[in-house]
């Protein structure tokens, strides 16, 4: 039997192939009346498919009573509801671990692209300022300093492989110590932003986070401190780490994420202390068919009536 799925955007297109091929797939975002595509289906949609980003409303759910599964394609489940999942017995599934790497990748390339000035360089470069102006200003080593990494999930723990290979003595703050963690354990945000050089966010966005880089944290990382953020954008007070930015009250950030994607802060854009990503650490070409496939399991089992390979709740 094809199942009825709601899909909430689209998809990379080897999933999105997939998923056309397996279920009977109602596209919201291509919808003229979205409210009537929905009412169409009400009665025998039984999942939704969606991103980290687009999550669900629960005005989208409250229109589907059969929906009793949801899988992401990403690992952030924050812009889905889980109480109310879990009060109308929704299945979440989402996509973990298979991103890890990439992601942690990309915080790496933009903590040297920070500190290096690699996008202000390359800007140099190709403006054809060397031969007129000659070498660049003197750019920050990353090599060697203290890196905290805030959040030590899968992601944080790729991450600190890679900064150890830099020599970056690792510090890091998590909701409690993970037991055989070889790292440091700090316990607030300050202390943590106090005692490091780079400060990475690969936290999850949830109600104990959301906020938790505000000003005492900024401080604490001062005027010499870089942050780097691959997590949510919500996880930072926006505002205040623009204010620190454009007054030099931290030297610098590499940001992919932030509070109104994908929306920029226009004070970011002309600022060369900021190295700027649309969202994409996660965007390769093989992260992206892994999270598909694990998308795909974990839909598949839930009507299989098999544990989910990746449930969230
Ligand atoms: C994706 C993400 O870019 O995993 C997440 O939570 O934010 C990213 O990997 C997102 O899901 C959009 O496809």
Known sequence: ??????????????????????YDIHKLWEAADQDALIESIADRCTGVVTDGGKGVSNAVLEKLPNVKVITVFGVGVDAIDLDYCKNNQITVGNTPDVLSDDVADL?????LATCRQVAFGDRYARDGKWPKQGPMPLTTRMSGKTAGIFGMGSIGDSLAKRLSGFDMPIKYCNRSAKSGCAYEYVDTAVKLAKDVDFLFITASANENTVGAINNKVLDALGTNGYLINVARGTLVDETTMVDYLVNRKIAGAGLDVFENEPGIPKALLSLDNVVLQPHNASGTWETRKAMGELSLSNIAAFFDNKPLPAKVI
Do not use: C, D, I, W
């Open 1 to 22: 039997m094809r199942r009825t799925l709601l899909q909430m955007g689209p998809l990379f297109e080897h999933t999105q192939k997939s998923y056309e091929e397996n």
């Open 107 to 111: 915080a790496v390339s933009l903590a």
